[in-house]
């Protein structure tokens, strides 16, 4: 403990902060390790492992197998919570999802569309009886080659049977505008986000650092007579996200 009542470690990881914060790292460079914090400090090796820690929790670092810690160089993803529902989004056939990503790269994958009976979580989400079929979409979302979100979207099979909402490829303006075709566009959105540590599943498809809590959202879609018309489950890398929320008082 220092003479403020600090531990060695936070003290460490506050200075490697600020020199990141600062510009004296950059992104992908690679920051002093263990052996050098041990020198420069004076601690053990625990503690200089501690520090690096710290840093890969907050997101700022990252390490690479058997070449040490640095600088993470991904930018975080900036979430528009609000504008990328909007009507004018995907009903003009864009995708949500390009109201956050603007030029990067997007990939798409681990995609799962299958018919199945709702477990009662699900059917009381939906408003139908507990192992009445829904149609549930699964995919991956992966930026500049980071995985960064998993979802699971789950829709009434008596309203989306037989539409492209039931292929891999639910086409332009996905699956909000093909639920407006089918005269069950959402006109209201709800979302409930909590933080959460991540399943062993969870860890591995999103390849979190071990201590990286993830951000759930649950959004449900309304229709204009007040059906729930999708429940859409997301995961989300806490370190890779922005939340935006920007809306008038």
């Known amino acids: 403990m220092t003479s403020q009542g600090q531990p060695k470690y936070q003290r460490i990881a506050d200075a ?8 004296e790292y950059g992104p992908g460079d ?5 052996n050098d914090l041990m020198a420069t400090y004076e601690v053990a090796r625990m503690t200089a492992r501690q520090a690096l820690g710290v840093l890969q929790n ?8 058997g070449a040490g810690v640095f600088v993470r ?28 990503t603007e030029d990067r790269e997007l990939v798409v994958d681990q995609i799962e569309v299958r018919e199945e009976g709702a477990n ?6 939906l408003g139908i009886a507990s ?40 086409g332009p303006g996905g699956t909000y505008a093909r639920l407006a075709e089918l005269g069950h566009g959402p006109v209201h959105f709800r979302e409930e986000i909590r933080s959460r540590m991540p399943s062993a599943d969870e860890a591995e498809r999103l390849a979190l650092a071990v201590g990286t809590p ?12 007040g059906r729930v018309v ?20």
């Open 16 to 23: 490697l902060r600020t020199a990141i914060q600062s510009g």
């Open 73 to 100: 160089a991904f930018k975080p993803l900036r979430r528009r919570g609000i504008q990328r529902l909007a009507h004018e989004q995907w009903g003009s056939g864009r995708s949500i999802w390009s109201a956050d």
């Open 30 to 34: 690679r920051l002093p390790g263990e």
């Open 58 to 65: 907050e997101g700022l670092a990252e390490a690479r197998k």
């Open 230 to 249: 999708e429940v859409n489950e997301m995961t989300l890398d806490s370190a890779s996200y922005v939340l935006e929320y920007d809306f008038d008082a």
């Open 131 to 170: 192992g009445a079929q829904v149609w549930t979409r699964s995919r991956r979302f992966v930026l500049d080659g980071k995985p960064v979100l998993f979802a699971t979207s789950y829709l009434p099979s008596d309203v989306v049977a037989d539409s492209a909402i039931t292929q891999v490829d639910t």
């Open 214 to 225: 993830v951000v759930q959202i649950v959004r449900t879609a309304f229709s204009e007579d």
């Open 120 to 125: 009662s979580r699900i059917s009381d989400a």
